[in-house]
């Protein structure tokens, strides 16, 4: 496994679409650092959470789940310590499961996920299954150094996301 590995997620559409970021590394480097200080330093609509797979069983390695989305409502808050959380354990252990996250690493290494719930979900069920597979999509993507550089530079002139495609709009 290299140092740090650097994923990205995007699964579904509307409001239960997941979009995910993550970043996995030593616990005892920049990763480690960068996991203790954002847990220790929540902020208004935004507060950082050990992942965990029920109560009292974190998912390893173990994994910061912090929101990209400020949580606006309790039903929006609900779906993120619910089933975006149960989501993101989910997925990360299945890429251990997978192989992709080493097993034998899963205790040296921290995880920080950045999540986007939004505010308009309402499938909660939806919301898991997305996460799930945003996570593990993320950390696939992270582990094979992706993505490609002749991908990005095919895709620069014709840039798109679920909000905004170039040349669409007049």
């Known amino acids: 496994m290299s140092d740090v590995q650097l994923g990205e997620s995007f699964i579904g559409e509307g409001g239960e679409a997941a979009h995910v970021n993550t970043v996995l590394g030593p616990r005892d480097g920049a990763v480690g650092t960068a996991w203790s200080s954002a847990l220790a330093s929540p902020s208004h609509g935004h507060q950082p959470f050990v992942a965990i797979l029920r109560p009292g069983l974190p998912v390893k390695p173990f994994t910061l789940f912090v929101n990209k989305a400020t949580i606006e409502h309790d039903e929006h808050g609900l779906l993120h310590w619910g089933p975006a959380q149960a989501g993101v354990a989910a997925g990360v252990a299945d890429a251990v499961a997978d192989g992709v996250i080493p097993a034998d690493a899963v205790d040296d290494l921290a ?42 530079l095919a895709a620069r002139d014709r840039p798109q996301n679920p909000f905004y495609a170039v040349g669409t709009t007049t």
């Open 111 to 152: 995880l920080i996920t950045a999540v986007w719930v939004n505010p308009k979900a309402q499938d909660a069920d939806l919301v898991y299954r997305n996460n799930r597979t945003a996570v593990a999509t993320a950390l696939a993507l992270g582990a094979a150094n992706g993505p490609q550089l002749t991908d990005v």
